[in-house]
């Protein structure tokens, strides 16, 4: 059983940045492939990044490439997303989560689940 618990989210103008953080509990976090995820009211829960378990490979969602990183500290049981540029677009609550499915881009390939964190862009 693993926890999740992001931060780090917050208002932000077009071109800024931001990086979220996500804490797990649980001594087998570098066992689970880790995504973030994002909601924007009114719409589906949509992929973003994910990071295999030694944190060796990426994958990311083509609207977010070259712009989010995401990585993670298994020392630290905790996952990161660096996002820069910004855009009003990538308004949305962000969520992280794990699971075992590797580079999974469905919401149901992932069993745990952190609580979100709102990242808010302005024109």
């Known amino acids: 059983q693993v926890q999740l618990v992001e931060s780090g989210g917050g208002l932000v103008q077009a071109g800024g940045s931001l990086r979220l953080s996500c804490a797990a509990s649980g001594r087998t976090f570098s066992g689970y492939i880790m995504g973030w995820f994002r909601q924007a009211p009114g719409k589906e829960r949509e992929f973003v990044a994910a990071i295999t378990g030694s944190g060796g490979s990426t994958a990311y969602a083509d609207s977010v490439k070259d712009r989010f990183t995401i990585s993670r500290d298994n020392a630290k049981n905790t996952i990161y997303l660096r996002m820069t540029s910004l855009k009003p677009v990538d308004t949305a609550v962000y969520f992280c989560?794990?699971?075992?499915?590797?580079?999974?881009?469905?919401?149901?390939?992932?069993?745990?689940w952190g609580q979100g964190t709102q990242v808010t862009v302005s024109s």
């Open positions: 989560a794990a699971g075992v499915v590797i580079f999974g881009r469905r919401p149901d390939q992932y069993g745990h």
